[in-house]
């Protein structure tokens, strides 16, 4: 019986004309399922096995080296490699370069529990920092994070960043907007608000495996305004082989993997994107 249900399964996945009808719901089944699975993805590990590690609740190295938690919490993504230092390693070169810039505003478009938001709004605190995220939990842990580390007075909370709100946002200078909202990007920035968006840098995380052209679409969109630079994701398994922190050096490459694993679905790209 199982064998004749997965033969009809495969005969209509590869028929063309089902398969226009099939592929956005298959899309939208394969959406829901990775937005879930990573809502699941170490929510707290109060008393967990790596707790004394970070008894402290603080960033122990990186860009945010010092930056507090208020719990062991996180939202959307594995804490245990923001409050050890090596999440988003990757990107700790550009992270340090923008840091370089005098940004008026930063705008953090799924912001979760605050690892960027508060972590620039500490490195840059003449800046107003505009957290969004559609999660309410989210936004209450951010919250809480900006008063533990002192800046709630330079981060504003709101829910929802969309591609109107960018037509009209008020820039005073240069700003930074760093994005990572589980493919809603292709949707967030367009035709319509490039312009206002000319001379802003922008990170973003891009969604390729719900959209293949996703990133193509938005260089295609930035590349008369901006100067772009793609930074592609590193393993999980490469990450607990290759890299180094002190609190990790006594522990078997199993715990490693543990440590610094951000369970990504795929090897993704990040856009950097400068004004020309």
């Not at 050890?84 to 700790?92: D, P, Q």
């Not at 938005?218 to 609190?247: C, R, W």
Request: glycine share 6%; proline share 4%.
């Amino acid at each position: 019986m199982k064998s004749v249900i997965k033969r009809g399964i495969a005969a209509a996945v590869n028929n063309k004309l089902l398969w226009i009808f099939i592929k956005p719901v298959a899309k939208l089944g394969f959406f829901a399922f990775y937005s879930r699975r990573v809502k699941q993805v170490i929510v707290n590990v109060e008393g967990g096995p790596y707790a004394s590690i970070f008894e402290k609740k603080e960033v122990l190295s990186g860009p945010f080296k010092g930056m507090k938690y208020p719990s062991l919490s996180s939202v959307g993504s594995s804490l245990y490699p923001k409050l050890l230092g090596s999440y988003e390693k990757e990107l700790h070169q550009v992270i340090g370069e923008l840091m370089g810039n005098n940004y008026t505003e930063i705008l953090d478009i799924g912001c979760a529990e605050g690892y960027y938001a508060i972590g620039l709004s500490l490195k840059k605190p003449r800046a107003k920092v505009y957290a969004y995220d559609t999660d309410e939990t989210a936004r209450a842990l951010c919250e809480k994070m900006a008063h533990l580390n002192g800046v709630d007075d330079k981060v504003i909370l709101r829910e929802t960043c969309t591609a109107k709100e960018l037509v009209h946002f008020k820039f005073t200078g240069h700003a930074l907007i760093v994005c990572d909202c589980e493919g809603y990007e292709e949707h967030l920035f367009t035709p319509q608000n490039v312009s206002n968006l000319k001379d802003c840098d922008l990170l973003i995380e891009t969604h390729d495996f719900l959209n293949l052209s996703t990133s193509l679409n938005l260089i295609e969109l930035f590349k008369q305004t901006h100067h772009i630079k793609i930074i592609k994701s590193i393993g999980d398994i490469e990450k607990a082989q290759t890299y180094v922190y002190p609190e990790t050096h006594n522990l078997s490459l199993n715990e490693k993997f543990e440590l610094h694993c951000e369970r990504r679905p795929t090897i993704m790209d990040w856009l950097v994107c400068t004004p020309i």
